[in-house]
């Protein structure tokens, strides 16, 4: 039962990460394109809400549920699917901790545009595009995961030491 129910808050954590991460992107972009300081505020704000209530949790707890379920099935965490999936959550860390610095400063600078009425100015576009670019290498990773987590290929072992 403890492995059912590690595998599925180990599942609902990935979805979450994907899907945090896809809507927040969507949503961004959609905003971005109004060209509307006011709008862009209105969504920043709530993207960085969402990125701190779900994703920030489920980043938390998915290494935390990985390792339980991996011991509770007997894989070593040395597995090649594993280590290659724990580089890739690495990968995708690395670019998401600056995709939050970036979404917080894109959601001061609008919200200073919109309290002034003037449009979003140029560093808000640079950084835009920059958190955009940040997007694609952390989605494909964790894309990457979720296709190791459901292949589980065989991979050569790591071995520690």
């Given at each position: 039962?403890?492995?059912?129910?590690?595998?599925?808050?180990?599942?609902?954590?990935?979805?979450?990460?994907?899907?945090?991460?896809?809507?927040?992107?969507?949503?961004?972009?959609?905003?971005?394109?109004?060209?509307?300081?006011?709008?862009v505020a209105a969504v920043a704000r709530i993207?960085?809400?969402?990125?701190?209530?779900?994703?920030?949790?489920?980043?938390?707890?998915?290494?935390?549920?990985?390792?339980?379920?991996?011991?509770?099935?007997?894989?070593?965490?040395?597995?090649?699917?594993?280590?290659?999936?724990?580089?890739?959550?690495?990968?995708?860390?690395?670019?998401?901790?600056?995709?939050?610095?970036?979404?917080?400063?894109?959601?001061?600078?609008?919200?200073?545009?919109?309290?002034?009425?003037?449009?979003?100015?140029?560093?808000?576009?640079?950084?835009?595009?920059?958190?955009?670019?940040?997007?694609?290498?952390?989605?494909?990773?964790?894309?990457?995961?979720?296709?190791?987590?459901?292949?589980?290929?065989?991979?050569?072992?790591?071995?520690?030491?």
């Amino acid at each position: 039962m403890a492995y059912f129910i590690l595998k599925f808050l180990h599942v609902i954590g990935a979805a979450v990460l994907l899907g945090t991460g896809a809507g927040i992107a969507f949503f961004m972009v959609m905003a971005h394109v109004t060209g509307s300081a006011v709008k862009v505020a209105a969504v920043a704000r709530i993207v960085v809400l969402a990125d701190f209530l779900f994703t920030a949790t489920a980043v938390v707890l998915q290494p935390v549920t990985g390792a339980l379920l991996a011991h509770s099935a007997g894989y070593p965490l040395t597995e090649g699917w594993i280590v290659l999936s724990i580089a890739l959550y690495l990968v995708t860390g690395a670019f998401w901790l600056p995709v939050m610095w970036m979404q917080m400063r894109m959601r001061q600078m609008a919200e200073t545009a919109a309290a002034a009425g003037i449009a979003l100015p140029a560093a808000y576009h640079r950084l835009f595009w920059t958190w955009f670019a940040f997007g694609f290498p952390a989605f494909t990773a964790v894309l990457g995961i979720f296709w190791l987590m459901i292949v589980r290929p065989d991979l050569p072992a790591f071995a520690l030491g």
